[in-house]
């Protein structure tokens, strides 16, 4: 199962200061269907998912319904909107939480054990990567770096299994 996390924050001039976060999850095999679920967040403009635990048992109740009553064997989250400074909130808060979801819905029931894997996505960074050979690209002049390239090492952060990937 794939599920991908967010939160939404009002512009600085909006009538209601709400945040809202967001959950979707796949629940077939083909990964190509999901469903989806949204909770008001407490304090507004926090980016921590305070009730992430009730919308994980949602997903894996979707996905045991739609699958002979199977649930998932490995959850892969996509986690969108977090900075490098909230990396360590992310591991002490939220991963708890999922983990109390799958402990809840699943462990208790099944015994069985459920793999995670939490990836933090982020888009809006400044890091910029040039090739100093050029020559690609259609015209052949351009010094970006080939689409897909992959920058795991040397400048990433140790602590972390950090990644670049350039997709276009």
Do not use: C, W
Not at 24 to 39: E, F, H, V
Not at 47 to 69: F, G, T
Not at 80 to 104: C, H, M, N, W, Y
Not at 147 to 165: A, H, L, M, R
Request: a neutral charge; charged letters at 25%; zero cysteines.
């Amino acid at each position: 199962m794939i599920i991908g996390l967010d939160v939404n924050h009002p512009g600085f001039r909006e009538v209601v200061p709400i945040s809202i976060a967001a959950a979707a999850g796949t629940y077939d095999p083909q990964l190509t269907q999901y469903i989806s679920t949204a909770r008001i967040q407490k304090l507004d403009r926090t980016e921590m998912i305070h009730h992430l635990d009730e919308m994980i048992k949602e997903l894996l109740a979707h996905y045991y319904h739609h699958n002979d009553k199977q649930f998932p064997e490995h959850l892969i989250i996509f986690r969108d909107g977090v900075s490098e400074g909230q990396f360590d909130t992310v591991t002490k808060e939220e991963i708890p939480l999922i983990r109390k979801a799958i402990d809840e819905k699943i462990t208790r029931k099944t015994g069985k054990q459920v793999s995670l894997t939490l990836i933090i996505v982020q888009k809006r960074h400044h890091t910029r990567f040039i090739s100093t050979q050029g020559g690609h690209g259609p015209k052949r002049s351009s010094h970006n770096v080939p689409s897909g390239t992959v920058v795991d090492n040397s400048i990433v952060d140790p602590k972390y299994d950090s990644f670049y990937v350039n997709s276009h």
